[in-house]
């Protein structure tokens, strides 16, 4: 049963936009925390960005002023919004939750290069 969805990645130039979104099952979302991650090849997955149900964000420092995490729970949906990509996020992103991850889904592919 596949409860966590994520889409809009792509190939982009350095410098350009995605957003990405996640779509997950009520019982992971609703009342959650909820994360991005990304994993870079030959690379451990790390933490991008986090929002509370409240929608208070946090963010690691390398995507500070760049990237914008929200969330609609009415569509327990969590997006990413990425601004200003460089090279160095090109990556599989994932979202799950912030604490107490659950199986990981696919992820969507992000690529920036010229």
């Known amino acids: 049963q596949v409860q966590l969805v994520e889409s809009g990645g792509g190939l982009v130039q350095p410098g350009g936009s995605l957003r990405l979104s996640c779509v997950a099952s009520g019982t992971i979302f609703s009342g959650y925390a909820m994360g991005w991650y990304r994993q870079a090849p030959g690379k451990q997955r790390e933490f991008v960005a986090a929002?509370?149900?409240?929608?208070?964000?946090a963010y690691a420092d390398f995507v500070k002023g760049r990237f914008t995490i929200s969330r609609d729970n009415g569509k327990n949906t969590v997006y990413l919004q990425m601004n200003s990509l460089k090279p160095d996020d090109t990556a599989v992103y994932y979202c799950n939750r912030w604490v107490g991850t659950v199986d990981w889904g696919q992820g969507t592919q992000v690529t920036v290069s010229s």
């Open positions: 929002i509370r149900t409240g929608g208070s964000a």
